[in-house]
Every structure is written in structure tokens, then in C-alpha cells.
């Protein structure tokens, strides 16, 4: 089975702090992927990678950043987290090229920011 | 960018009773996956569409994609309290785009 991993179920940050949300995937994919989730606006991508040291923006990147140094590690780093960042935090890997592939998802990371 | 209407946000039921979500785009889609997220949980692959006019079941579930390749359906048949959660369609608009979700709730 693949397992996707996130470093924290729960974080609370203060505003203006620096967050780094940690991803690790072990079914060596290509892709990975990180979204936040909030009531009644779905999941929205943040960034993707399809590839170590490549990324790409997704629709709503503004406020984050992201590193991918290694193939089975992705992270979201919040510059300067405000309050309007506290959502749930997902990351996704998938197989292949195609984005179509199947997404596994981790388990999220709550963040709140006070 | 890209967007897709998935409605209704919210359907409660009885225990037993069908329930269908839908997903409508503007533009031709080239497939579709579904996912199921549980309270608390994490989203979950169901299944991938990719044919005009397909229909996939699993169990109880029957999904359907549209002649035109524009619009989605998810039924499930007799709900019971275990389907309980939200479902999300993901076209691809080159890269997946997950709608806003249709959170179920089944009263035992």
C-alpha cells in the first residue's frame, strides 16, 4: 500500500511565524502534491512537483512556498503564516507524469494560526 | 482557471434511501475520478472515468459519465450509515481540479 505521510496532525502557529509542513511518500511517485481543504471550497492546490527540485504553481500559491530535495519529500513552507493560512493542510503523491494519475493522500495537518 | 460545479454541498438521508452527486464543467473533460473523504479522514480514490457515456459500479455506487464528457454522476443505492462522508470529483483539466464536495449524511 502507499503511505503518505505529514509530519503533524495538529500545529499551532502565531502570525508571522515561519511554518514548514513535512511530506514524505514511500512508493518512490513522481508527483506530489499539496492542497488545503476549507468548508465549502473543496480542495485547492497550492503547488505540485513532478520532479526533485521542480515545481510548479497551482491556483492559490500566493503566501507559500515549497522545497523538494529529495523524490519521496515535499514541503510547504508558510513565509510568514497569517491567520488567514489556518486550513487543513493535504499532500498528495501520484505515480506517473500524467497529473491524471491516482492521488494518495495523507493523513492532513490541521494548522491553526493565531 | 478551470471550474466544476458539484452539487448538492449537502444531502442528508435516511438510512436506506438513494443518494446522487453531480458534477457539471463548461468544457470537455478528458476523464474524471471520484474520491471519498470520511469525518476526519483523508481523500480516497473510488474510481476513474474515462469513456463517453461510461458506466462503472462498485457495489452499491454507479458512476456514470456523460455522453458529452462534461458532467459526472455518483449514486449510491440504499445508503447505509458507513457511506457517510464527503465526495469529491476530480476532472482533469490537464491536471486534476477536485470540486467543492457533497457532504453526506445517513440518519441510522
Known amino acids: 500500500d502507499v503511505k503518505v505521510t505529514q509530519s503533524s496532525r495538529y500545529l499551532v502557529k502565531r502570525t508571522g511565524e515561519k511554518v514548514f509542513l513535512e511530506c514524505v511518500q514511500d512508493?518512490?511517485?513522481?508527483?506530489m502534491f499539496w492542497y488545503r481543504q476549507d468548508p465549502g471550497l473543496g480542495l485547492r492546490l497550492i503547488y505540485f512537483s513532478y520532479d526533485v527540485k521542480m515545481k510548479e504553481k497551482g491556483d492559490i500559491p500566493e503566501g507559500y512556498s515549497v522545497s523538494r530535495e529529495k523524490k519521496e519529500r515535499f514541503s510547504l513552507i508558510l513565509e510568514s503564516a497569517s491567520t488567514n493560512q489556518t486550513s487543513m493542510y493535504l499532500c498528495?503523491?501520484?505515480?506517473?507524469?500524467?497529473?491524471?494519475?491516482?492521488?494518495?493522500f495523507g493523513p492532513g495537518t490541521r494548522l491553526t494560526v493565531l | 482557471g478551470q471550474q466544476v460545479m458539484q452539487i448538492p454541498q449537502y444531502q442528508h438521508v435516511q438510512e436506506g434511501e438513494d443518494f446522487t452527486t453531480y458534477c457539471n464543467s463548461s468544457?470537455?473533460?478528458?476523464?474524471i475520478q471520484w474520491y471519498k473523504q470520511r469525518p476526519g479522514g483523508h481523500p480516497v480514490f473510488l474510481i476513474q472515468l474515462v469513456k463517453s457515456g461510461e458506466v462503472k459500479k462498485q457495489k452499491r455506487l454507479t458512476f456514470q459519465f456523460g455522453e458529452a464528457k462534461k458532467n459526472s454522476s455518483l449514486h449510491i443505492t440504499a445508503t447505509q450509515t458507513t457511506d457517510v462522508g464527503t465526495y469529491f470529483c476530480a476532472p482533469s483539466y490537464g491536471k486534476l481540479t477536485f470540486g467543492q464536495g457533497t457532504i453526506l449524511t445517513v440518519h441510522p
Open positions: 498528495a503523491s501520484s505515480e506517473t507524469w500524467g497529473f491524471t494519475d491516482t492521488q494518495y
Open positions: 512508493m518512490d511517485h513522481e508527483n
Open positions: 468544457t470537455t473533460l478528458s476523464n
